[in-house]
C-alpha cells in the first residue's frame, strides 16, 4: 500500500521555509542583548517606538480589510492588536507616542506593508504571522526586560507579553485559522513574501537601532553591558 504523504499547512511551511531569516533576526546584537537583560533602557524605548509605526500601518489596514477580505476577516481578532500596548508602554517611559518618527528601516517596511494593502491585501497576513509569531519569544523575554529596568507587573513590557498565560491558547488558535483558510498558490506566495520581508527588514531595524545605541554611548559616555563578542 502506498501512503499519500499529506502536504504541510502554510503554518509549518512558514515556521520553514523562513527560519533563516527568523533566525538572523533573533541573533542580531539588539535583540541578544535584549534577550540577556542588558540592553540600555534608551534603546529599548526607541525600539517601541519604531514598532509603534510599524503596527500603527500594519493594524489599520487589517481593521479596515477585516470585512472586504475573507481571509483576513477569518484569521484576525482584536486581541491581537499591539498598537495601544506600545502606545501605553512609550508613555510609562515618559515617550510621547505622537511624537515618534520613523527610522528608514521602519519606514520602507511601511512602504512595503502600505503598497501590499493597496495591491493584494491578503499578504497583509504575512507581516502579521511574523509579528503574532513574536510574542512566543516576547514572553520569556519580558521577564528579563522587567528585572533589567526594574519594572513593576506588565508596566513596559505589555508589548512583549499581551496574552499572558493564555499566550500558548491564543497561538494555537491562530495556527489553526491561518491552516484552515486554505490560500490559493498566489495567495500564498504572496504571503510568504511578506513574511520574508518582515523579517529582513526587523533585522535591519535592529541593526539601526545598535548602532545608534554606540553613537549615543560615545557621545555622551554611557557604559555597555553587553558585549558584541
Request: aromatic share 8%.
Amino acid at each position: 500500500m502506498t501512503l499519500v504523504q499529506e502536504a504541510p499547512s502554510i503554518m509549518q511551511r512558514l515556521r520553514e521555509e523562513t527560519r533563516s531569516l527568523h533566525d538572523a533576526a533573533e541573533r542580531s546584537v539588539f535583540q541578544q542583548a535584549l534577550a540577556a537583560g542588558k540592553l540600555p533602557r534608551e534603546g529599548y524605548v526607541d525600539s517601541l517606538a519604531q514598532l509603534l509605526c510599524i503596527h500603527c500601518a500594519l493594524e489599520t489596514h487589517l481593521r479596515r480589510c477585516g470585512a472586504d477580505v475573507p481571509a483576513i476577516g477569518a484569521v484576525i481578532r482584536d486581541h491581537q492588536f499591539q498598537e495601544q500596548n506600545l502606545r501605553d508602554d512609550l508613555r510609562h517611559f515618559g515617550r510621547d507616542p505622537e511624537s515618534v518618527t520613523p527610522m528608514p528601516a521602519a519606514r520602507d517596511l511601511v512602504d512595503s506593508i502600505d503598497r501590499a494593502a493597496a495591491e493584494n491585501p491578503v499578504a497583509l497576513l504575512g507581516y502579521h504571522y511574523v509579528l503574532e509569531g513574536s510574542k512566543n519569544g516576547a514572553k520569556f523575554i519580558a521577564a528579563r526586560v522587567r528585572a533589567a529596568y526594574g519594572l513593576n507587573d506588565s508596566d513596559g513590557t505589555r508589548c512583549l507579553d499581551p496574552y499572558g498565560p493564555r499566550q500558548r491558547e491564543r497561538w494555537i488558535a491562530f495556527r489553526q485559522d491561518m491552516d484552515a483558510v486554505g490560500f490559493s498558490r498566489g495567495e500564498t506566495t504572496a504571503i510568504f513574501a511578506a513574511a520574508a520581508t518582515t523579517f529582513a527588514g526587523l533585522t535591519r531595524l535592529y541593526d539601526d537601532l545598535w548602532r545608534d545605541g554606540e553613537a549615543r554611548e560615545a557621545a555622551y559616555g554611557h557604559i555597555r553591558t553587553f558585549s558584541k563578542s
